[in-house]
């Protein structure tokens, strides 16, 4: 199933998310490329504002399909016009918490997730990524007591 994502509804769930909203704006590609390979999924993103010069309009990094809003516009009337030029709508997941966005795109057929859900949905596909990480070895906690204690064991 493919996912149009409502990026600036995602970044909103994190903490701090505003005071570098370029830096939010790549972690969550990044997060969505993750999200993409290990659900094997579709992603097309879309966020409000102008294009970000290490991912303009149109680019695709690593298959997530990256869109802003038209100049003058905003990412939820770009979101409509995606959702209605779609051929397969119901098969289509909106992630945003716009109600009057979600409210159109239940209209028109679709699925919506709203972003705190799809940010838990991340989350754990994160979380799974860095246990698969993680080396298969037993942590020895004397030498990590004293490591941090000083002892020159």
């Given at each position: 199933?493919?996912?149009?994502?409502?990026?600036?509804?995602?970044m909103?769930?994190?903490?701090?998310?505003?005071?570098?909203?370029?830096?939010?704006?790549?972690?969550?590609?990044?997060?969505?490329?993750?999200?993409?390979?290990?659900?094997?999924?579709k992603?097309?993103?879309?966020?409000?504002?102008?294009?970000?010069?290490?991912?303009?309009?149109?680019?695709?990094?690593?298959?997530?399909?990256?869109?802003?809003?038209?100049?003058?516009?905003?990412?939820?009337?770009?979101?409509?016009?995606?959702?209605?030029?779609?051929?397969?709508?119901?098969?289509?997941?909106?992630?945003?918490?716009?109600?009057?966005?979600?409210?159109?795109?239940?209209?028109?057929?679709?699925?919506?997730?709203?972003?705190?859900?799809?940010?838990k949905?991340?989350?754990?596909?994160?979380?799974?990524?860095?246990?698969?990480?993680?080396?298969?070895?037993?942590?020895?906690?004397?030498?990590?007591?004293?490591?941090?204690?000083?002892?020159?064991?």
């Amino acid at each position: 199933m493919p996912y149009l994502v409502d990026g600036n509804n995602v970044m909103a769930q994190t903490v701090g998310w505003h005071s570098d909203k370029a830096a939010a704006r790549r972690r969550l590609i990044q997060n969505l490329a993750r999200f993409l390979a290990a659900r094997r999924v579709k992603v097309k993103v879309v966020f409000d504002g102008a294009p970000d010069d290490e991912f303009p309009e149109g680019v695709k990094f690593k298959s997530v399909h990256v869109l802003y809003a038209r100049p003058g516009s905003d990412a939820d009337t770009r979101i409509q016009e995606l959702i209605r030029k779609s051929s397969s709508k119901r098969d289509l997941i909106v992630v945003t918490s716009d109600r009057s966005l979600a409210a159109f795109a239940r209209r028109q057929g679709t699925r919506v997730v709203p972003a705190g859900q799809f940010r838990k949905m991340l989350q754990e596909v994160l979380g799974a990524d860095s246990k698969e990480s993680a080396p298969d070895r037993p942590i020895n906690v004397e030498d990590w007591m004293n490591y941090f204690n000083g002892s020159d064991h």
